[in-house]
């Protein structure tokens, strides 16, 4: 029987097997995890909330695991603790997912000061809202004051992660065309630093070049707008190690200038959004669970498949199903 005291005991003194333990019981859907969870959660969160939280998304190709070794390196060099969290694109069919993200970071897996989590995120974004942020709450009681998100970098999901991270990164590359693409999606604007990675070798004219051009695309998007933070635009290589600290001072000057009045508020939001995550997601598994559903659910299923009755009306009998 799982002693969630000793766990809590565990994990506050760095204990990396605790961690391990506490992230796999706030990621588990079953429902006496899910009360082991919350009680687990009730005893850390005094001790959570002094980490730097930062969400690092980017097109794929564009070196996310290999800038965030670099970035954890330096950050570690500096004297900070860090913790990694990668929501990690899994199968909405199956579940399963690659989770290479430690192959990915050879150096950062196997500092003592680093811990990386790869959680598959199993198709549902609610899953992923309540177990990174809850995940979250783990490493910042373990004593990491710096906790870095991996996206899968498929749209939705930057969204959800934005909402629980203090500064938003979104890395890009060179001569990409997504400059305009990311402004259509969205993730240009919930961005709060903006860096074009692989600025190496023949490659720097064309990062800077890139750079100019978004900085270019971001005064359309921010024109007209006072004492709001403007992204500002920088160029990195992750595989040099060039740019980095630099990238890192910016996400500090976007703390300073939110305040710490501004970054309460914005954790204060992010909280009453996560609470309504939560009841989506409870709802969700109650709702799946249903006997009542799960006597129908065949019978809809076919019912659908062949045509004969329209989803609007399936999704009706299935919550009239519940609500009965």
């Known amino acids: 029987m799982l002693n969630i005291n000793d766990l809590a005991d565990d994990l506050r003194i760095g204990q990396r097997s605790a961690i391990s333990r506490a992230i796999t019981l706030v990621e588990s859907s079953r429902a006496d995890h899910r009360a082991e969870a919350r009680e687990l959660l009730g005893l850390l969160t005094p001790d959570a909330g002094g980490a730097i939280r930062v969400g690092v998304s980017g097109v794929p190709g564009v070196g996310k ?47 003592p000061d680093a811990y990386i989590r790869p959680s598959p995120s199993a198709g549902t974004l609610g899953g992923v809202a309540r177990a990174t942020s809850q995940a979250i709450t783990v490493l910042e009681a373990a004593g990491f004051d710096v906790v870095l998100i991996e996206t899968v970098g498929v749209g939705q999901s930057e969204i959800t992660v934005a909402g629980m991270v203090d500064t938003f990164l979104f890395l890009t590359l060179s001569r990409t065309g997504d400059q305009l693409q990311g402004i259509k999606k969205g993730i240009l ?34 024109a007209g707008t006072k004492d709001q933070w403007v992204p500002p635009v920088l160029t990195c290589s992750a595989l040099e190690g060039t740019g980095i600290d630099t990238v890192w001072s910016r996400i500090i000057r976007h703390r300073e200038f939110m305040g710490a009045r501004g970054l309460r508020d914005k954790r204060a939001q992010q909280q009453l959004d996560f609470t309504w995550a939560l009841v989506r997601d409870e709802l969700d598994q109650r709702l799946r669970a249903d006997p009542r559903v799960a006597e129908m659910r065949a019978e809809i299923r076919e019912a659908v498949l062949s045509g004969e009755m329209p989803a609007a009306t399936a999704a009706d009998q299935i919550l009239a199903a519940y609500d009965a």
């Open 189 to 222: 604007e919930i961005a709060d630093v903006i860096s074009v990675n692989k600025a190496d070798g023949e490659r720097v004219r064309e990062a800077e070049a890139t750079s100019k051009d978004l900085a270019g695309a971001l005064r359309l998007v921010y």
């Open 65 to 111: 695991s290999t800038f965030i070794e670099a970035l954890g390196n330096h950050l570690i060099d500096e004297g900070h603790r860090v913790g990694v969290l990668t929501v990690d694109p899994s199968s909405i069919r199956t579940g399963g997912s690659v989770l290479g993200d430690k192959t990915r970071m050879p150096t950062l897996a196997v500092s």
